[in-house]
């Protein structure tokens, strides 16, 4: 329980009674082993480094899929479009497929990474018209949204939409179509197609752009009638950690709309950090970017406070770190791995304790006494409150001046 603050207790735990039988009749003055087997909160990872097969047989603890399930419930798989289907009507849906069957049938939830985003898409859209682009999208997102239904039901259906129709770092099929359609109706098409091939996905926006210009293309969705499940929020924190005053002050903004939140893309470097002047991540190539153990102690550090600042918020609802190795992560062979994953059992300590309590005599007793026994013992059963099917209901209060709305 250390480290766990009034707004995470509050907003993460959930009372319980507890009623001990044999055959009906309570069972006085024994004592009772409570262990918390899960959460609802999606504590996550990518998990991109699953073996092609994805064995059935349960990982070695020490190997790195073990590892993996020992932290994580909740998973994020690549399906980067040029790299998913590199030559037209070739997908490679079996690899995936088999992680995902994989992951689902060990408890967790798995999330597909994007449907459509401009970097990582096809070079053979380049040869295509417009419209033929926006057919071909759509029927990916179809195929995949529909063909892993039931394993993936979540989606990051659009990435960087604020930047889309502007990216300018080179031609790209998916910033043509948006530079002509507009962002509303590119998002609108793209939902659409998601929603119809599985009416039960949740589905996120998600952006790196923390900025008005988010809101404002969120607003603009909101109030074109487009249902969006979530908002994912990306933190790569390549440049340095942001601290509680910005993340709370990114969460304020960003809870006005109503929708549950993910931080779907955190990083927190333990080697030297990013100039401050590179503005955009791809731009900055080195040759080496060595950790050092004194960076690994101040990632450590950093994720804890990060993570304890995101569960203090009532409308994060997920966060996933981006990822579990090096070359995209935090772990990597020797002590420093070690010291990053107890860091980060430490962090998933807080989802899930056991204990015991003894069973009073009467059935009052017993359930008042079991209530605040169950209540010390399971203060993490809960990640967000439940909540029927998310969408706004109301509209949020304008920040945005209707010329100025990227549309």
Not at 15 to 31: I, S, Y
Request: aromatic share 8%; proline share 6%.
């Amino acid at each position: 329980m250390n480290g766990v603050t009034e707004p995470i207790r509050r907003h993460r735990t959930a009372q319980v009674t507890a009623t001990v039988t044999a055959n009906g009749a309570p069972l006085p003055d024994r004592e009772v082993l409570l262990q918390q087997t899960g959460h609802q909160f999606l504590f996550g990872c990518t998990d991109f480094e699953s073996p092609a097969d994805a064995e059935t047989a349960e990982p070695a603890a020490d190997a790195p899929a073990g590892r993996w399930l020992e932290l994580f419930n909740f998973a994020t798989l690549p399906f980067y479009w040029g790299r998913f289907e590199p030559v037209r009507g070739q997908p490679d849906p079996a690899r995936l497929l088999r992680t995902a069957r994989w992951l689902t049938t060990r408890g967790c939830v798995v999330k597909g990474h994007p449907l459509a985003w401009h970097t990582v898409a096809p070079e053979w859209l380049l040869d295509l018209s417009n419209a033929e682009i926006a057919q071909a999208l759509t029927a990916r997102i179809e195929r995949e949204v529909a063909g892993f239904a039931g394993v993936i039901d979540a989606w990051d259906v659009i990435n960087e939409a604020v930047i889309m129709p502007i990216f300018d770092r080179y031609d790209n099929g998916i910033t043509r179509v948006c530079r002509e359609m507009g962002r509303i109706p590119m998002i609108r098409m793209v939902v659409d197609a998601a929603r119809a091939a599985n009416p039960q996905a949740t589905l996120l926006l998600n952006d790196f752009d923390m900025s008005a210009a988010y809101e404002c293309l969120i607003e603009g969705v909101l109030e074109a009638g487009i249902r969006i499940d979530a908002l994912g929020l990306q933190s790569h924190m390549h440049q340095g950690y942001w601290g509680e005053e910005k993340t709370l002050g990114v969460l304020d903004r960003f809870s006005r709309f109503g929708l549950p939140i993910h931080f779907t893309e955190t990083t927190i470097v333990s080697g030297h950090l990013m100039p401050p002047e590179i503005d955009d991540l791809n731009d900055y190539q080195v040759a080496q970017w060595p950790t050092t153990t004194d960076g690994e102690q101040r990632q450590a550090d950093e994720i804890t406070r990060h993570y304890r600042t995101l569960l203090s918020h009532p409308s994060v609802q997920a966060i996933t770190y981006w990822g579990f190795t090096d070359g995209g992560g935090s772990a990597r062979p020797g002590l420093a791995a070690r010291r990053r994953h107890d860091q980060a059992r430490v962090r998933g300590a807080a989802f899930a304790h056991q204990g015991t309590m003894v069973a009073a005599a009467d059935e009052d007793r017993h359930r008042r006494g079991g209530q605040a026994a169950v209540r010390r013992l399971s203060r993490h059963v809960r990640g967000v409150r439940p909540r029927t099917h998310h969408h706004a209901t109301t509209r949020p209060a304008r920040r945005c001046r209707r010329r100025g709305r990227p549309e």
